[in-house]
């Protein structure tokens, strides 16, 4: 299953480049993260708490960066196991590009489902993997918004 | 006196069903009983390094978590071959996957709970480590030389193959005037019974019983598949099927759940109940079809055939389904192929091929679908190449009436059919010359109707030729007892079983008159290994053939005892006394004693009777088919569609059918069975598809995404009969179970695609969806203009 999108950030590229390698942050960007452990610069072991349909589940699972361009771009590629659930596994490419203000983030990402999940049918797994999606940036981009603005907007 | 036989009695257990007093096992209970779940594989393919139970064990409520190398240990594997497919390979089975897994829901762990939640609960604990491996998925590709296995306990990916051909079919080609072609893909679907597959395991260590309450067609195989892999003495088994939610062949096939249930009670030595779920059916039951069929049909200038060649491509999964074999429907697919035809040439290939996916097998019309639609469909394109009318083209070419006994182009005998007959009835009424006139008018305000029509043959009443002679435990032959009680009432016990069709109220109509009763007076006891006598039971369309003959002859055994008991008693030869309402009569039609009579003196008073007469009012009868290796039914169905060329919606205005189903001892169970049978040809024709990804992930394993038919888009199924009945049993009735969903795909594709006709768009691939109608469209739009 193919998922794209972008999303501005009003963070400097720099900044979200940093913000995207912090575990703090990604620990309460990603929806229903539990817990985030950061085994090395580049690998991750996540538990992550999903309900997708009528199927709530547990992933266990790793999440490694790799063709790192510094500042500009990487891939996320990671792979989840919910036990009776099924798994997932994915990888998304990201790209950081400069613009007035801030910087637009694009991923393109290539999603794999199994067992339960996938039986239960693309429908219900595309529109909530782009739920999640949209759920991971919007924190994302607030835990970038400085706290400052944040009052006075 | 009214013969039952023929009267449209309503189904007996209708009432109770309606009354909810239905007997399900997925409604039994048992004290102590434990609730199994299963943890399945979450990929099609892949090692299994580690399954680890701990924190499911833990669980509130869990008894006991199996993994293969505890329950595998209690059950010798099952082997899906027969001996009389030649070459024929299929890898072991066992009930949990070993090493490796095989198929998006193989069972790799199974979890034994106080109740279904808290097994559920704990099975979301099991934590599985399977290192996942590229799955086949193709079968085309999966046959190419150098393919990675799907079964890596196979020599390779070929099943199973077969050719059946007579000498001059190249030459028949060669000198044909037309040649007709066609391409077609037979999607996967499933049986999607209202109750699911349920069993309660329930072994008894002080007794050494073990009883399997078993939702299934055929409780005899059953006892003897338990017995066997189980090493329990076949006395000390016993199965009851009792009311049965739908089977439609599904209910009869070897499956790793039930087989784990009765490992768990043997072992655990309490009842143990499985109950699929929804998804769980989707991803264990058998599914049906999956084929790749190419086939082309050589005429002369006048349009008579002379030879057809097919190329079937079935695939079956990653192990052949036990004891049946999931290459018993390809091999009927390559012989069925023109089988209503004078057609004296034919070349038909057969290759079944492992993939990773569950095993497809028998299920309602086997074959049948596949082998009609293709010989269905070069018919009609043959009939576009001469210019003929299809009705015209198979009066031209339908095996005459007169023409019997026949044998077919791939071997099969046909004792007596009755094609042009049906043909005939169908034409007057279909009207196809008012139907072409008022689709010439619509067309011209843009609506787009077709009609299309399909013959066929289907195989009923099997001997051993099915499967006892490829070494299949697999009984040919049935039993019945039949008695009378004090009362004079009639209790028959039968090995024929009844899953909603009515067995039960045709069987009492067949003894009702051998006995000179009321079918009331009659009751029937079904599905118990231990209460009736042993036999195949209900498939095939075997279950008012053999089984009503069975019963029709163990009821003439017991008449015969009767009138000899009552000549004794009114002193008078029993040659010149038969049964009727209720009582003997002589020659006159005078009553000269009531069955009541009979029973009470023959039970209370044995002591006034004369010496040495027989007073057991019991019989049993045994009766296996004879004469033809099977009796083949015909007939022919019409198809009216409208097709939305915008939107590719396909609405079902009409469906006919003509069927000669031999003698029909019951006109609305035959009408009710056919009609049954059209919406489950036309349900796969149109809907019902089970897809899967490239990464053989099942991905609509639910009713939300599968579709099935609805009441609403089915049409009025017009039913009309010719009576052939076979000379083989006194009865002559034949089967009628799969006659409907036989034809019901062919003629609905044939009416499709001359809805389609103006466009030149044509469908060969089933189910027919909006998608793939536009695709046509698209494809024949992209001809017209790029050509």
């Given at each position: 299953m193919k998922l794209d999108g972008e999303q501005f950030l009003n963070a400097d590229p720099q900044t979200v480049w940093t913000a995207l390698f912090d575990r703090d942050v990604l620990a309460g960007a990603i929806p229903g993260c539990e817990s985030l452990d950061q085994l090395s610069a580049t690998e991750f072991a996540a538990v992550v708490k999903l309900k997708i349909g009528p199927v709530s589940a547990r992933f266990k699972g790793d999440v490694e960066l790799s063709d790192i361009v510094p500042g500009q771009s990487c891939t996320l590629s990671g792979k989840g196991s919910g036990g009776i659930a099924g798994f997932a596994k994915g990888a998304a490419q990201v790209t950081l590009t400069p613009e007035a203000g801030g910087t637009r983030l694009c991923y393109d990402a290539d999603v794999a489902v199994g067992g339960k999940l996938a039986s239960l049918g693309n429908r219900l797994i595309g529109a909530t993997a782009q739920k999640l999606t949209d759920a991971f940036f919007a924190n994302l981009s607030d835990a970038l918004t400085p706290p400052e603005e944040a009052r006075s907007a | 006196m009214t013969m039952h036989i023929g009267q449209a009695a309503r189904r007996e257990n209708a009432r109770r069903h309606l009354a909810g007093r239905g007997r399900f096992v997925s409604d039994l209970a048992l004290p102590r009983m434990l609730h199994a779940v299963f943890v399945r594989s979450p990929m099609a393919r892949g090692r299994i390094f580690e399954i680890d139970t701990s924190e499911a064990s833990a669980c509130p409520g869990v008894v006991r978590i199996f993994t293969a190398a505890e329950l595998n240990a209690r059950c010798t594997p099952w082997i899906g071959t027969l001996g009389h497919f030649a070459g024929m390979q299929s890898p072991p089975m066992n009930i949990l996957a070993e090493d490796e897994v095989l198929w998006t829901g193989h069972p790799v762990a199974m979890v034994l709970a106080r109740s279904r939640a808290e097994a559920e609960d704990a099975a979301e604990l099991v934590m599985l480590d399977i290192e996942d491996a590229e799955p086949v998925t193709d079968g085309a590709a999966a046959l190419r030389p150098g393919a990675p296995l799907?079964?890596?306990?196979?020599?390779?990916?070929?099943?199973y193959e077969a050719v059946l051909e007579t000498a001059d079919v190249d030459a028949a080609f060669a000198g044909a005037a037309h040649v007709v072609e066609a391409s077609m893909t037979f999607g996967r679907h499933t049986a999607v019974t209202l109750e699911p597959r349920a069993v309660i395991a329930d072994f008894d260590a002080s007794s050494g019983a073990l009883t399997v309450h078993h939702g299934t067609q055929t409780p005899y195989q059953f006892q003897d598949v338990y017995s066997r892999h189980f090493g329990l003495p076949e006395g000390k088994v016993r199965v009851i099927a009792p009311d049965v939610g739908g089977s439609f062949g599904m209910k009869l096939h070897v499956y790793n759940e039930e087989m784990g249930a009765v490992a768990a009670s043997l072992i655990l030595g309490r009842p143990v109940r499985y109950v699929a779920d929804r998804l769980e059916s989707f991803l264990s039951d058998i599914h049906a079809r999956d084929h790749i069929v190419q086939g082309r049909m050589a005429l002369d200038a006048e349009g008579t055939i002379l030879a057809m060649e097919v190329n079937d491509l079935t695939q079956v999964g990653a192990i052949s389904a036990y004891p049946r074999t999931s290459a018993a429907e390809g091999n009927q697919v390559i012989r069925l192929m023109g089988a209503p035809y004078r057609m004296s040439d034919y070349r038909g290939r057969l290759s079944v091929a492992f993939q990773n996916k569950v095993q497809t097998s028998q299920y309602r019309a086997v074959g049948h679908p596949i082998a009609c639609a293709v010989t269905e469909a070069l018919v009609e394109r043959a009939a576009e190449a001469t210019g003929l009318d299809p009705f015209e083209i198979r009066a031209r070419n339908?095996?005459?009436?007169?023409?019997?006994p026949h044998v077919s182009a791939t071997g099969y005998q046909f004792e007596k059919l009755s094609h042009q007959a049906c043909l005939a009835k169908l034409h007057e009424m279909m009207e196809p010359d008012a139907l072409r006139a008022e689709h010439a008018s619509l067309r011209k305000q843009g609506i787009y109707r077709g009609f299309g029509i399909a013959s066929f043959v289907e195989i009923t009443n099997?001997?051993?030729?099915?499967y006892g002679v490829g070494g299949a435990r697999i009984s040919a032959q049935d039993g019945a007892v039949v008695r009378m009680m004090p009362s004079g009432d009639i209790h028959c016990a039968i090995s024929v079983t009844e899953q909603g069709q009515g067995t039960e109220t045709i069987i009492a109509q067949v003894v009702a008159d051998q006995l000179g009763v009321t079918p009331e007076r009659v009751s029937v006891t079904t599905g118990d290994t231990a209460t009736t006598p042993s036999g195949g039971a209900t498939w095939a369309c075997r279950g008012a053939g053999i089984g009503g003959e069975t019963a029709l002859r163990a009821g003439r055994r017991l008449r015969d005892r009767i009138l000899t008991l009552a000549g004794a008693l009114v002193q008078a030869d029993p040659a010149s006394l038969r049964l009727e309402n209720g009582a003997v009569v002589d020659a006159t039609g005078a009553a000269r004693i009531t069955l009541e009579e009979i029973g009470r003196i023959a039970t209370y008073r044995p002591d006034t009777l004369p010496d040495g007469i027989d007073h057991s009012l019991t019989v049993a009868h045994h009766f296996a088919p004879t004469g033809y290796p099977f009796d083949f039914t015909n007939g022919i169905q019409g198809s009216l569609v409208e097709v939305d060329v915008e939107t590719g919606l396909v609405r079902i205005l009409k469906h006919w059918v003509v069927e000669d189903c031999?003698?029909?001892?019951?006109p609305l169970l035959v009408d009710e069975q056919i009609r049954g049978g059209v919406v489950q040809g036309l349900g796969p024709a149109f809907f019902e598809e089970c897809q899967y990804d490239a990464d053989g992930q099942l991905t609509n394993g639910s009713l939300a995404d599968y579709l099935v038919p609805m009441a609403c888009e089915m049409p009025d199924i017009e039913i009309a009969h010719i009576e052939t009945p076979t000379g083989d049993t006194i009865l002559g009735a034949k089967g009628v179970g799969e006659a409907g969903t036989a034809a019901a795909g062919a003629a609905a594709m044939n009416a499709v695609n001359d809805a389609l006709r103006p466009f030149g768009a044509r469908l060969t691939q089933t189910p027919m969806t909006p998608l793939r109608i536009l695709d046509a469209l698209d494809a024949a739009r992209e001809e017209r203009t790029d050509p």
């Open positions: - | 799907a079964n890596p306990a196979a020599r390779d990916n070929l099943c339908l095996i005459a009436d007169d023409a019997y099997p001997g051993a030729a099915f031999g003698r029909i001892i019951n």
